[in-house]
């Protein structure tokens, strides 16, 4: 039984893929100036992903990649705690740190 589900439509018409826990499941998505790439796998007995912006072949884009996310698909970490939860936190915390340098 399938653990991962994709899909893709371009100009060709849509394709799903599967990717089991040991095959995981692999995705890019790409321009000339960068590419999105995502992984799929299973950490400890939970569904993982792994979200990064990086380079495509033509070299545009960042690098080292930058990683968008990392961690469980549900969103919630091991004290579940979400990722809404620290976006807010390290946001919120920059906005603190550059009031105190004004």
């Avoid at 960068?34 to 299973?42: D, L, N």
């Avoid at 939970?46 to 996310?69: D, F, K, M, S």
Wanted: with cysteine; net charge negative.
């Amino acid at each position: 039984m399938a653990t991962f589900y994709g899909s893709v439509q371009g100009c060709r018409g849509e394709v799903h893929r599967l990717g089991g826990e040991k095959s995981g499941m692999n995705t890019v998505c790409a321009s000339w100036d960068g590419a999105v790439r995502c992984w799929a796998f299973i950490r400890d007995g939970v569904p993982w992903v792994h979200v990064a912006l990086g380079q495509w072949t033509n070299g545009a884009g960042p690098y080292p990649e930058i990683v968008l996310y990392d961690g469980p698909f549900s969103g919630k970490t091991a004290d579940n705690v979400s990722v809404e939860d620290v976006v807010s936190y390290v946001y919120g915390k920059k906005e603190q740190d550059g009031n105190r340098q004004s």
